[in-house]
């Protein structure tokens, strides 16, 4: 099997038309808080317009600086407030000892937030920098998710990177680290956005040999930015395969068009992952619906009645 798609169509209709129908998927959506007055309608009006599709859950990421992370609680906390939807807060061991950060799980639990994403992240303005953790806080990921368990039963879900974090000496290191993540209270792994799906499914293979049996969510990245992929992509130590550059050759000035192929390309990814036996999906959604309203629709997600 090549890791090349031969076209750019959506396979989700073609595979249904040929027969292999599958369920709907369940989807999962991650917003970052908002940083202006205007960012923040646009993110609530991106949380309207995809919240009749009845997430399982939806995430809100988690920056450095106390105003980035007010307006994570402040985000969570409205979800949970004004939406039907089941807010999942990502926290980070970044900056804060344990006490703050054991004060921001409990105030969480305290407002009915049941489910964190807790992570490591990264040293402040520096993806892929060197980490030192603070002496009075949480090391990295594991040890941030015993603190949690510790203060209550929040189901947990933790970081995975198909491609080997940036910081990792190998695949097995990854896989032991996930492991002990999975030892400490982690009950789903969430990958990192990837593109190369047959690498995507050697890697699923690899850790599920090496006994994880956790569920492990897809990231999927519908990007109709190729620039501002690749940025995100370097920082993150993720490969973009050749045939993605492809596609969008030539078309800097011709959103529309990068539009369709970035609902088209993500369409085909969750297709292909569906007949591999996945069943959920968790979108990175730039705080934009149009694309992953799209495809959800590809995918066969409809909208539930309130
Ligand atoms: P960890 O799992 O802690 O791993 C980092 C390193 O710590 C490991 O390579 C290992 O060397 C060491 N380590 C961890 N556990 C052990 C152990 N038990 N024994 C020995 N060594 C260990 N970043 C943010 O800042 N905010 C976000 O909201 C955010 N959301 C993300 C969402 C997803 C889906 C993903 C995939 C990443 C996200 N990140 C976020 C990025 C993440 O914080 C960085 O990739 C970071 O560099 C690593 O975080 P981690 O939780 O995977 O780290």
């Not at 969430?190 to 699923?204: A, E, S």
Request: aromatic share 8%.
């Amino acid at each position: 099997m090549t890791s090349q798609p031969t076209t750019a169509t959506a396979l989700g209709p073609v595979a249904r038309t040929q027969g292999r129908q599958h369920a709907p998927p369940r989807v999962s959506f991650e917003f970052s808080p908002p940083k202006t007055p205007e960012a923040e309608e646009e993110l609530w009006r991106a949380i309207r317009r995809l919240e009749p599709l009845a997430p399982s859950f939806v995430s809100v990421t988690y920056g450095a600086g106390g105003s980035t992370r007010e307006r994570t609680h402040r985000t969570v906390l409205r979800m949970l407030r004004e939406t039907r939807l089941a807010p999942a807060a990502h926290l980070t061991c970044v900056d804060a000892s344990r006490s703050e950060v054991d004060e921001i799980v409990r105030d969480y639990w305290n407002a009915g937030v049941r489910h964190i994403v807790a992570l490591r992240g990264d040293p402040p303005g520096q993806i892929g920098g060197a980490y030192s953790p603070r002496p009075d806080g949480y090391a990295n990921a594991t040890d941030l998710a015993v603190g949690i368990r510790a203060i209550a039963p929040f189901e947990l879900s933790v970081a995975l990177y198909p491609q080997v974090h940036p910081e990792s000496p190998s695949l097995e290191h990854d896989i032991d680290v996930l492991k002990a993540k999975i030892d400490a209270g982690a009950t789903r792994a969430i990958t990192n956005f990837f593109f190369d799906v047959d690498g995507f499914l050697r890697f699923i293979e690899r850790i599920r040999r090496a006994g994880v049996t956790i569920p492990v969510l897809p990231g999927i990245m519908p990007v109709s930015s190729y620039k501002g992929l690749r940025r995100m992509a370097e920082a993150n130590g993720v490969v973009l395969p050749p045939w993605l550059g492809r596609l969008f050759d030539g078309l800097d000035k011709d959103p529309e068009t990068r539009r369709l192929i970035a609902a088209s390309v993500a369409s085909e990814m969750c297709a292909r992952l569906q007949e591999e036996g996945f069943e959920d999906f968790h979108f990175f959604t730039l705080n934009r619906a149009d694309l992953v309203y799209a495809i959800c629709r590809v995918l066969g997600v409809r909208e539930i009645a309130s």
